[in-house]
């Protein structure tokens, strides 16, 4: 198994990144992912305020997957999230969606054991997932906050053990990275953080040839997701809706109207969040619905 340690970081997704590592389809590889604040948070005495902002959102990477050309998905099996024994969540005046009401920052580190984030009184059942996690653009750089096309600062609480991720291969090699993980996360990350850990996340690559998928595929157990964003939540969502009503559409061959009609009878549409510098939402589709191979299209 290859392993990417976390001095190698990047802050930007860009198309002519440079790769630390390559592997053939079908590897297993351990990405080592600072947290959000790249470690600058060690105790509650260090608020938000005092972060060097430019450290934020290190992603890992990136990965260079042999045989992956331009038009082609790269698909990202999870296997493993490790969890260390505390995380941190933060908050600050003008941070997150009610920052217009926060009169001073708060940072709280939380204990995790046995499967747990304390939190006071509070035993709340921990769901790793990952952040950040992206490959090089078409054209234009995308800071590791920032969601887009390529996937990025997503924050969507399904990108998580036992999921896969499909993500459009625009460079050679698709060049991933990833970070940002959380031991676990509510839809909409309102305050601006999670319970950020640092951590060591195991993926397995490969590599669809000639998919069709313009925006990130998450995929479960029993659904399908589209992740789409937007300069406001609703842009992100109408986004959504147009992607998985067209999904339909080609995926179970009824007129694009039929797919609007049954959209609205299967469809569940959820926030990601809405506190970056663009906002993400998914579409969920139930796989005895239309499956992750219509969605994605390579096979239809």
């Known amino acids: 198994m290859k392993s990417i340690s976390k001095e190698n970081i990047i802050y930007e997704f860009k198309p002519d990144m440079k790769h630390v590592e390559k592997v053939k389809p079908d590897n297993i590889v351990k990405f080592h992912a600072n947290d959000a604040f790249n470690n600058q948070i060690q105790s509650e005495d260090t608020t938000l305020e005092e972060v060097d902002f430019s450290k934020l959102n290190p992603a890992t990477g990136p990965l260079y997957v042999e045989g992956a050309e331009k038009g082609d998905i790269l698909k990202i099996k999870i296997l493993d999230i490790s969890i260390p024994n505390e995380g941190v969540v933060v908050t600050a005046p ?47 750089a995308y800071s590791t906050g920032t ?5 990025g600062n997503m924050d969507t609480k399904d990108i998580c053990e036992g999921s896969i991720l499909y993500l459009p291969v625009k460079q050679k090699g698709g060049l991933l990275a990833l970070g940002d993980c959380h031991a676990l996360m509510g839809d909409g990350e309102v305050c601006v953080a999670s319970c950020e850990i640092s951590s060591e996340v195991i993926v397995k690559v490969e ?44 995926g179970r061959d009824i007129s694009w109207l039929e797919a609007y009609l049954l959209a609205s009878l299967v469809v569940d549409l959820r926030i990601s969040q809405i506190v970056d510098p663009k906002k993400t939402a998914r579409a969920a589709v139930p796989k005895d619905v239309l499956s992750t191979e219509g969605i994605n299209r390579n096979e239809n």
């Open 147 to 151: 969601p887009w096309k390529h996937g």
């Open 207 to 250: 590599v669809i040839k000639k998919g069709e998928i313009e925006w990130p595929i998450v995929e479960t157990e029993d659904e399908t997701m589209i992740i789409t964003s937007g300069e406001t939540a609703d842009d992100a969502l109408k986004e959504a809706t147009r992607q998985v009503v067209e999904s339909l559409s080609k």
């Open 94 to 140: 003008k941070a997150g969606a009610l920052g217009d009401m926060v009169e001073e920052p708060m940072t709280k580190i939380m204990d995790i054991e046995e499967g747990f984030c304390i939190f006071n009184d509070l035993k709340i059942p921990l769901k790793p997932m990952i952040g950040v996690i992206g490959v090089a653009p078409e054209k234009k």
